[in-house]
């Protein structure tokens, strides 16, 4: 059953943009609302690491390496999360995650969505 379901990833030139979206189906809106939500990417042979986050209270963070060409926003009426991805470079090729953190109710994991930047 599925909790995240991404979508928007593929193959782009550098220098382009893509928006990756995550929904959440299965959830009513007094379970997505207050969870805070990030997405996450992970390259062969690395850890996966955190490149956007936003909480219930729409306070966001961003990695390094994304602040200023990427933007995490969410829709709580569409139980949806997004992320912009403007001037994408070839770093920034890998699968991308969806992560929903509903705190005593547990954390929650997409299947991930491919991002390819050529150069």
């Known amino acids: 059953q599925v909790q995240l379901a991404e979508s928007g990833g593929g193959l782009v030139q550098a220098g382009g943009s893509l928006r990756l979206s995550c929904h959440a189906p299965?959830?009513?809106?007094?379970?997505?609302?207050?969870?805070?939500m990030a997405w996450y990417r992970q390259v062969p042979g690395k850890e996966r690491e955190l490149v956007a986050s936003?909480?219930?209270?729409?306070?966001?963070t961003y990695a390094d390496s994304v602040k200023g060409r990427f933007t995490i926003s969410r829709d709580n009426s569409r139980k949806k999360v997004y992320l912009q991805m403007n001037s994408l470079k070839p770093e920034d090729t890998g699968v991308y995650y969806c992560?929903?953190?509903?705190?005593?109710?547990?954390?929650?994991w997409g299947q991930g969505t491919q991002v390819t930047v050529s150069s």
């Open positions: 299965r959830n009513i809106f007094s379970v997505f609302s207050p969870s805070d």
């Open positions: 936003i909480t219930s209270t729409y306070s966001t």
């Open positions: 992560h929903q953190d509903r705190h005593s109710s547990g954390v929650y």
